[in-house]
């Protein structure tokens, strides 16, 4: 019973389990170098009451990488983000999330789910600066 056993294996073991086909998951993750490489912009919209969200993806060999992201909205600082999950399908995604007042901060993958390489963040607005998208990435 016990012998070793190849990726692709593993991909058929894993398609049976959840009755999804898993070829572009492996085919991304797996079979292809790198990592995505991520950096963007927000700014708060005080008369529509929402957060708009650029994020740019750098794209290397293979085209862009696909992926669900979470994007925390932190309102106050020191409190635990309101996080959205968007879907990452190109080289730029530009998301709106609603928000009753202006954030704080916003945190690409607030949670530590996806591996990611982080760029620069540039908050527009009074008192914002260049800093990092939070605990998310390397």
Not at 49 to 73: A, E, I, N, Y
Not at 110 to 125: I, K, M, Q
């Amino acid at each position: 019973m016990n012998a070793n056993a190849s990726s692709l294996d593993f991909q058929h073991a894993m398609e049976a389990a959840s009755g999804q086909d898993l070829g572009a998951f492996f085919a991304q993750w797996l079979h292809r170098p790198g990592i995505p490489k991520l950096d963007g912009t927000w700014t708060w919209d005080a008369t529509a009451k929402q957060v708009r969200v650029t994020v740019r993806q750098t794209v290397t060999d293979g085209g862009p990488f696909r992926f669900p992201l979470d994007v925390g909205v932190i309102g106050t600082a020191g409190t635990a983000p309101r996080v959205t999950t968007v879907e990452v399908t190109g080289e730029t995604l530009t998301a709106t999330i609603p928000s009753d007042a202006a954030p704080s901060d916003v945190v690409l993958d607030p949670d530590t789910w996806l591996l990611f390489e982080r760029g620069p963040v540039r908050a527009w607005g009074p008192g914002r600066a260049w800093g990092p998208w939070g605990p998310g990435g390397q």
